[in-house]
């Protein structure tokens, strides 16, 4: 983790005249007193963001993420996204060529309070016009971010102004809607967080947000093939893969919110291990607690957002991940035949006076992790990551949830693996023991073995 958030959050803003706001483009002189556009380029979970000015809020932590200073302008909340391509770390070994806003795909997470009123300057830099959409928000229809239908497309080179006032607490994103079928392939999105007034209300000691993401890189390759409508094959957390996300570090005891937007193709039923959780926000706002009831699994749909929480009483590592399995790897092969109980030496020693690197797969089962194949460059292993006991035979959208007694109130430090206390590991069974005998309970058998003999109480 960088203290780079921080040093943002602490850092003196320009200070300019307020702008006409709109749909419209901005003046040359205008343009002079826009807000800094503050820019990340570290692929790490940053620091949450300690509001500066303006209302008091608790901040939220993105996961392999930052949240978006701002500057106050007359009692107006500004921020600057531009909107630009960018280069993503999926995780190490890979990068991918993205779009995104401000160096990332995703963006950085905007954290307003309900009843600001926000202004948000909208550079373009792609090739191509764009907008923003504001997801789930209640706003005048001419900031709805739709091309076309609310507003003229954002064409390249241009600043676009979008402002209204935040008027629900709850979770949210934000997306184009300008040919969103590419530019929401390429990366462009973001999440959007607006804090109760009541900074007590719903309070939590670790809120954490991430958005569900899915790609589809052809290995060697570093660009999305944009046209795919179904077969991914890198699902991810804001654009990283295991072993590429960070965990989710959590002091025992500490009330945990995990907030998930998706903006895949397909749902994603998200499982934490361990303890039990509840519902308590969703698209529309908080879910009244008589609603709420027990769940380990939470099916999230396409453009759907869900609040979770849960009381983070058990200690150790705990996996957090989606359910469905083939999310869960990296750089699928969509048409691998089922080859377990083939007898593939003889085929093997014939393929590899060709293929000298050639390796038999899948005779077995899947279980590939610890395999060391030749890939071609910037391609991640289908599953990678290595724990305390081997490897985690993971990948995709995979993290953990790392509980431990003695972190700080503000450390989000990776503490390392859990050390389980003694007699506590699933182990190997070598069979019964036998319990040590006495000398009163032997009797010498005909091939001079000792013979147990097992007393019976009768009753008469």
Known sequence: MSDSTNTLSRRAFLQGSALAVGATAVTRIGAASLPEAATQNSAGTQAPLTPPNGRPYH??????????????????KEFHLVAEPVVREIAPGMKANLWGYNGQSPGPTIEVVEGDR?????????????SVHWHGQRLPNGMDGVTGLTQPGIPPGKTFVYE???????????????????????????FWITHPKDPNFMRVDRDFVFLLNAYDIDPGAATPKVNTMLDFNLWTWNSRAFPGIDPLPVRQNDRVRIRVGNLTMTNHPIHLHGHEFVVTGTDGGWTPPASRWPEVSADIAVGQMRAIEFDATEEGDWALHCHKAHHTMNAMGHNVPTMIGVDQRDLAKKINRLIPDYMVMGDK??????MEMPLPDNTLPMMGGN????SLEMGGMFSVVKVRKNLARNDYRDPGWYKAPSGTVAYEWRGAEQPAASASDKKTGTDGDAVNVIRRNHQH
Do not use: C
């Open 118 to 130: 926000v202004r948000i300057f909208v550079t373009n830099k792609l090739p191509e016009h764009t």
């Open 164 to 190: 209204f006032t935040a008027r629900r607490a709850g979770t949210f994103m934000y997306h184009p809607h300008a040919d969103e079928m590419v530019q929401m392939a390429m990366g462009m999105m973001g």
């Open 387 to 390: 724990g305390p006991y081997g």
């Open 365 to 370: 089962g899947g279980s590939m992790g610890e």
């Open 59 to 76: 901040p939220v932590v993105t996961l392999n993420g930052w949240s978006l200073p701002w500057r106050m302008n007359n009692g107006v």
